[in-house]
């Protein structure tokens, strides 16, 4: 996978892509090439690549000694600013408030085959030694007396490069780390637009298109965590096809403080970085200390969105999210959130999960409201005493009942928050994010608390930990309902640290928790939330197999958000609950069965009052539960791909998921309003069916892949205003599930 081509020249390939990366003429790092697999390259091949990038349009040299040679429209691997390039660079350090012009040249590399995962920062892994192999390649500046290791993850499997960097201080004095991203690609035009999730609380991760033009398009979230507006993931695509054409992609395994951006310079030339933010961001380097990003990845596909999903979900359940989680089945959970919402107690949450396990739920999970004398949301964050009013006996007690049910037991927490009538607020006021200024912003009646300070996290997890005992929890839902304001730590106050490392160790301290959980409790299952998906990013995934992606359970409006989100995350993370009509959060009426066929792709629940549906309801959610089960390794880890458009306002909605031998799918279609007057000639073509093959559709017809990938799958005739004997859906709100499987 990763070839020498000479002794200074790195080929990292697989079936799919080829990255090309080289020392340049001044001893620093360019690239060459990232696209489709070139194969393998001899030196006359890599010195016509290397020609062709010398070839320079700047007129600044980078120095008198070295000819012609300037950085001005070089690609670069890790391009810094400061001699003759004049586009933003991926390292800003600082000493003593000057800016250093760095300058770094190639000292050494190292290929290991082995990356195991460890819970201690989130990152890409592999499980063996044939999976994977890294390439580091170190660099020194030698007057600044800096080393830059840059690393180079290539999977067997997927068409993506994982990249980080660290930094050393191998000087006398500190210096200060103003921006250090965490991976930098430059591509030879800009003929693409760049895709990215955008959105707000109740609509996140819808897809948006940008074009590309000189100057820079930039996302990026400064409210301490990835964001329900932004996320740190970007695409270029050529033609917004799904299924050919050439698609870059970026994303983060981090979930603090982001900044994804492209910027186009006067030659058309695109330089895409991502990192974290380098607003209020500045990191102080002591004599021989270490700083290390997280970890970016940059994805390739030569085969449209499609292709470029294959890669990102592939990737994320294969090398980042856990993978006993593609093993043990997700449980198909009751969560009595839009239920009851804090109107509970022990009596009527049993009732609840009678019936839910009389329909076939799985896991029982007692949403907020089950602590300190939480009765609305404005109390008791970081009181994390169960509520005797509710639970006379106890959480362990009534979690029995849970359990002598058949069912799993889950339970909420928020434990990066503290509401101002806590014993932990009046004990430790010093635990608060907050400025020493007179004022200090409250969101939802609650502070957020200084995870960058060990002490609260291992205060937090001492409170924590006896309830997961007590109850043996198989479940936990990690919510985070506010963002960061007034950004400061007391802690680093008191240690003499810079508050521009505040955002950062904040996320840090939040994985320091998710580590000593899940050192304790290796089997339990974490749901990531944040007021919904205000937090949905592969930092999370790394511990959260599943995440709540947005407050909006809505049908409709979950259309829009998953086709987003699957560009970039897996089915598997998206977890869908089936809710109440008129729903809660647009007041919309939809079918069961609509609500049933979306949340049916990917980990299911229920969440609204089951002891209150008239009979045809609950046997309709028994057959669907049952249904699921049956098919829920497909539902849940199947290979999911779109097959009309990702436009969040298009009235129609089609997804399918299949088997990795392609031998049995599903495909979901949707329309949300009727329309009159149509042609019935409307055909869903199908791209991951085996074209040598023949699948039942249904319980109807056997036709052959080819015709299914080039003809299509007819979409149900509905009802438009002439054939009332032949419609087979009516009305808005339409949905139809089809089972193709092969029988041959
Ligand atoms: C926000 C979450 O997204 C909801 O699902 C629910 O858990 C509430 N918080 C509880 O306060």
């Given at each position: 996978?990763?070839?020498?081509?000479?002794?200074?020249?790195?080929?990292?390939?697989?079936?799919?892509?080829?990255?090309?990366?080289?020392?340049?003429?001044?001893?620093?790092?360019?690239?060459?090439?990232?696209?489709?697999?070139?194969?393998?390259?001899?030196?006359?091949?890599?010195?016509?690549?290397?020609?062709?990038?010398?070839?320079?349009?700047?007129?600044?040299?980078?120095?008198?000694?070295?000819?012609?040679?300037?950085?001005?429209?070089?690609?670069?691997e890790y391009p810094v600013y400061g001699s003759s390039d004049f586009r933003r660079g991926a390292l800003?350090?600082?000493?003593?408030?000057?800016?250093?012009?760095?300058?770094?040249?190639?000292?050494?590399?190292?290929?290991?085959?082995?990356?195991?995962?460890?819970?201690?920062?989130?990152?890409?892994?592999?499980?063996?030694?044939?999976?994977?192999?890294?390439?580091?390649?170190?660099?020194?500046?030698?007057?600044?007396?800096?080393?830059?290791?840059?690393?180079?993850?290539?999977?067997?499997?997927?068409?993506?490069?994982?990249?980080?960097?660290?930094?050393?201080?191998?000087?006398?004095?500190?210096?200060?780390?103003?921006?250090?991203?965490?991976?930098?690609?430059?591509?030879?035009?800009d003929q693409f637009e760049m895709v990215n999730l955008a959105g707000a609380w109740l609509k996140e991760?819808?897809?948006?298109?940008?074009?590309?033009?000189?100057?820079?398009?930039?996302?990026?979230?400064?409210?301490?965590?990835?964001?329900?507006?932004?996320?740190?993931?970007?695409?270029?695509?050529?033609?917004?096809?799904?299924?050919?054409?050439?698609?870059?992609?970026?994303?983060?395994?981090?979930?603090?403080?982001?900044?994804?951006?492209?910027?186009?310079?006067?030659?058309?030339?695109?330089?895409?970085?991502?990192?974290?933010?380098?607003?209020?961001?500045?990191?102080?380097?002591?004599?021989?200390?270490?700083?290390?990003?997280?970890e970016a990845l940059l994805y390739y596909s030569a085969d449209g969105l499609n292709g470029l999903m294959?890669?990102?979900?592939?990737?994320?359940?294969?090398?980042?999210?856990?993978?006993?989680?593609?093993?043990?089945?997700?449980?198909?959970?009751?969560?009595?959130?839009?239920?009851?919402?804090?109107?509970?107690?022990?009596?009527?949450?049993?009732?609840?999960?009678?019936?839910?396990?009389?329909?076939?739920?799985?896991?029982?999970?007692?949403?907020?409201?089950?602590?300190?004398?939480?009765?609305?949301?404005?109390?008791?964050?970081?009181?994390?005493?169960?509520?005797?009013?509710?639970?006379?006996?106890?959480?362990?007690?009534?979690?029995?009942?849970?359990?002598?049910?058949?069912?799993?037991?889950?339970?909420?927490?928020?434990?990066?928050?503290?509401?101002?009538?806590?014993?932990?607020?009046?004990?430790?006021?010093?635990?608060?994010?907050?400025?020493?200024?007179?004022?200090?912003?409250?969101?939802?009646?609650?502070?957020?608390?200084?995870?960058?300070?060990?002490?609260?996290?291992?205060?937090?997890?001492?409170?924590?930990?006896?309830?997961?005992?007590?109850?043996?929890?198989?479940?936990?839902?990690?919510?985070?309902?506010?963002?960061?304001?007034?950004?400061?730590?007391?802690?680093?106050?008191?240690?003499?640290?810079?508050?521009?490392?505040?955002?950062?160790?904040?996320?840090?301290?939040?994985?320091?928790?998710?580590?000593?959980?899940?050192?304790?409790?290796?089997?339990?299952?974490?749901?990531?939330?944040?007021?919904?998906?205000?937090?949905?990013?592969?930092?999370?995934?790394?511990?959260?197999?599943?995440?709540?992606?947005?407050?909006?359970?809505?049908?409709?409006?979950?259309?829009?958000?998953?086709?987003?989100?699957?560009?970039?995350?897996?089915?598997?993370?998206?977890?869908?609950?089936?809710?109440?009509?008129?729903?809660?959060?647009?007041?919309?009426?939809?079918?069961?069965?609509?609500?049933?066929?979306?949340?049916?792709?990917?980990?299911?629940?229920?969440?609204?009052?089951?002891?209150?549906?008239?009979?045809?309801?609950?046997?309709?959610?028994?057959?669907?539960?049952?249904?699921?089960?049956?098919?829920?390794?497909?539902?849940?880890?199947?290979?999911?791909?779109?097959?009309?458009?990702?436009?969040?306002?298009?009235?129609?909605?089609?997804?399918?998921?299949?088997?990795?031998?392609?031998?049995?799918?599903?495909?979901?279609?949707?329309?949300?309003?009727?329309?009159?007057?149509?042609?019935?000639?409307?055909?869903?073509?199908?791209?991951?069916?085996?074209?040598?093959?023949?699948?039942?559709?249904?319980?109807?017809?056997?036709?052959?892949?080819?015709?299914?990938?080039?003809?299509?799958?007819?979409?149900?005739?509905?009802?438009?205003?002439?054939?009332?004997?032949?419609?087979?859906?009516?009305?808005?709100?339409?949905?139809?599930?089809?089972?193709?499987?092969?029988?041959?």
């Open positions: 996978m990763i070839e020498l081509i000479d002794d200074h020249s790195f080929h990292l390939h697989n079936d799919k892509i080829s990255y090309v990366l080289t020392v340049m003429e001044n001893g620093q790092l360019g690239h060459l090439y990232y696209g489709k697999a070139l194969g393998s390259l001899t030196t006359t091949e890599l010195d016509y690549l290397r020609a062709q990038a010398s070839k320079s349009a700047g007129t600044v040299k980078y120095s008198p000694t070295t000819g012609n040679f300037n950085l001005a429209d070089r690609a670069q800003d350090v600082y000493a003593d408030n000057d800016p250093w012009y760095l300058d770094f040249s190639y000292q050494s590399y190292t290929i290991t085959d082995t990356k195991p995962r460890s819970l201690a920062q989130p990152a890409t892994y592999a499980v063996g030694n044939q999976e994977a192999q890294e390439l580091a390649i170190t660099l020194v500046d030698q007057v600044h007396q800096l080393k830059l290791v840059t690393y180079y993850t290539i999977f067997r499997a997927h068409g993506v490069i994982a990249r980080r960097s660290t930094l050393t201080n191998l000087g006398a004095s500190s210096v200060m780390i103003q921006n250090m991203m965490s991976a930098v690609l430059e591509l030879p035009d991760r819808h897809v948006k298109y940008h074009n590309l033009a000189q100057g820079t398009v930039a996302v990026e979230s400064l409210k301490g965590a990835s964001g329900h507006q932004h996320n740190p993931f970007i695409a270029l695509t050529r033609s917004r096809s799904l299924t050919t054409g050439d698609v870059y992609a970026s994303n983060l395994i981090y979930s603090g403080n982001f900044l994804s951006q492209v910027e186009v310079n006067e030659w058309h030339k695109p330089r895409l970085m991502t990192g974290i933010s380098p607003a209020y961001f500045g990191w102080q380097l002591a004599p021989a200390a270490t700083f290390s990003t997280p294959a890669e990102t979900q592939a990737v994320a359940q294969q090398q980042i999210a856990d993978r006993q989680w593609q093993r043990r089945p997700r449980p198909i959970v009751f969560n009595n959130w839009e239920a009851t919402y804090f109107n509970f107690d022990e009596t009527k949450l049993l009732t609840l999960a009678q019936q839910a396990k009389q329909l076939g739920m799985e896991c029982f999970v007692v949403d907020d409201g089950w602590f300190g004398h939480r009765d609305s949301d404005r109390t008791s964050l970081g009181d994390w005493r169960v509520d005797h009013r509710k639970f006379p006996h106890g959480m362990g007690h009534f979690a029995q009942q849970i359990h002598d049910l058949g069912l799993q037991m889950g339970l909420w927490f928020e434990p990066e928050m503290v509401s101002p009538d806590t014993p932990l607020y009046r004990d430790h006021p010093d635990w608060v994010v907050r400025h020493p200024y007179p004022r200090t912003a409250i969101g939802r009646g609650q502070y957020v608390l200084d995870f960058a300070n060990p002490a609260v996290v291992t205060a937090i997890y001492a409170q924590i930990k006896p309830v997961i005992e007590a109850a043996q929890l198989d479940f936990i839902k990690w919510d985070m309902n506010r963002n960061i304001t007034e950004a400061y730590s007391p802690y680093l106050a008191a240690q003499g640290l810079p508050q521009t490392e505040f955002f950062h160790r904040y996320i840090l301290g939040v994985y320091d928790l998710y580590q000593r959980i899940l050192t304790d409790f290796p089997d339990l299952l974490i749901e990531g939330c944040a007021g919904g998906g205000g937090r949905f990013d592969l930092g999370m995934l790394f511990y959260s197999p599943q995440m709540w992606p947005s407050d909006d359970s809505d049908a409709v409006e979950r259309l829009s958000i998953l086709s987003g989100t699957t560009l970039a995350y897996p089915l598997s993370a998206f977890s869908n609950h089936v809710s109440a009509v008129p729903n809660d959060q647009v007041g919309r009426m939809t079918p069961l069965k609509m609500r049933q066929n979306v949340a049916d792709f990917g980990p299911l629940g229920y969440e609204l009052d089951i002891t209150k549906l008239p009979a045809p309801e609950l046997a309709a959610i028994k057959a669907n539960i049952d249904f699921y089960q049956q098919h829920r390794e497909l539902l849940v880890n199947g290979h999911f791909q779109q097959l009309q458009s990702l436009d969040p306002d298009a009235n129609t909605v089609a997804w399918s998921v299949a088997n990795a031998d392609q031998s049995e799918l599903f495909v979901g279609f949707y329309r949300k309003l009727a329309t009159p007057n149509t042609s019935v000639l409307n055909y869903l073509k199908l791209p991951n069916v085996a074209v040598n093959r023949h699948y039942q559709i249904d319980d109807g017809p056997i036709v052959s892949g080819q015709i299914l990938q080039q003809f299509g799958l007819r979409e149900p005739y509905q009802f438009n205003g002439a054939n009332a004997d032949t419609a087979e859906l009516r009305g808005d709100f339409q949905s139809q599930l089809y089972h193709l499987v092969a029988v041959d």
